[in-house]
T-cell receptor, first 113, second 111 residues
Framework: LAKTTQPISMDSYEGQEVNITCSHN???????ITWYQQFPSQGPRFIIQ???TKVTNEVASLFIPADRKSSTLSLPRVSLSDTAVYYC??????????????FGAGTRLAVHP | DAEITQSPRHKITETGRQVTLACHQT?????MFWYRQDLGHGLRLIHY???????NKGEVSDGYSVSRSNTEDLPLTLESAASSQTSVYFC??????????FGQGTRLTVV
């Protein structure tokens, strides 16, 4: 499984855009990049997943450069409720696939008023 | 709606006792996982299963065991609870293709 590296923590203010970058230099050809969000005392929750270029949903955008050795989770106009830990995972994704979900330390995002 | 549930939500047990944490999912997912999360840290994989009768050790499996007799359930057993196993335990399931779904967690205290 590809090893991932993320910043330990980040601070932001309400209304700002937040970009969290994850490095995954040894990503494999069939690996996808998935981001999860975890609030205190809750299990992680899926945010977004992508393979290459850009993916956008109602919550976030995921930017993946052509070499796929890194990815950036972008949260537009954050609010206090976006304060959470964000995890980047890399692994194969296919129906019936044997993907072992390994979480790193994640990035602790604190949004201030 | 499909869901994944853990029980109990909170448990206090004594050192040396055997404890079983339940995880039940109605997603019909083949893949199920158990994690522990210590205060201020990320999730560490304990055991995982890719289907009935399949179990595998994760990063921190010592002192834990699982069994998978059906698709829906993956109980986690602490054979002889130790204070070092005080933690929050999360169960998850996935179909291997997209997102994984997590339970609400079980807070276990070993005294």
């Amino acid at each position: 499984l590809a090893k991932t590296t993320q910043p330990i923590s980040m601070d932001s203010y309400e209304g700002q855009e937040v970009n969290i970058t994850c490095s995954h230099n040894n990503i494999a050809t069939n690996d996808y990049i998935t981001w999860y969000q975890q609030f205190p005392s809750q299990g992680p929750r899926f945010i977004i997943q992508g393979y290459k270029t850009k993916v956008t949903n109602e919550v976030a955008s995921l930017f993946i450069p052509a070499d796929r050795k890194s990815s950036t989770l972008s949260l537009p106009r954050v609010s206090l409720s976006d304060t959470a830990v964000y995890y980047c995972l890399v692994g194969p994704m296919f129906s019936g696939g044997y993907n072992k979900l390994i979480f790193g330390a994640g990035t602790r995002l604190a949004v201030h008023p | 709606d499909a869901e994944i549930t853990q029980s109990p939500r909170h448990k206090i047990t004594e050192t040396g006792r055997q404890v079983t944490l339940a995880c039940h999912q109605t997603w019909n997912h083949n893949n199920m996982f158990w994690y522990r999360q210590d205060l201020g840290h990320g999730l560490r994989l304990i055991h995982y299963s890719y289907g009935v009768q399949d179990t595998n050790k994760g990063e921190v499996s010592d002192g834990y065991s699982v069994s998978r007799s059906n698709t829906e359930d993956l109980p986690l057993t602490l054979e002889s609870a130790a204070s070092s196993q005080t933690s929050v335990y999360f169960c998850a399931s996935s179909n291997g293709q997209s997102e994984a779904f997590f339970g609400q967690g079980t807070r276990l205290t070993v005294v």
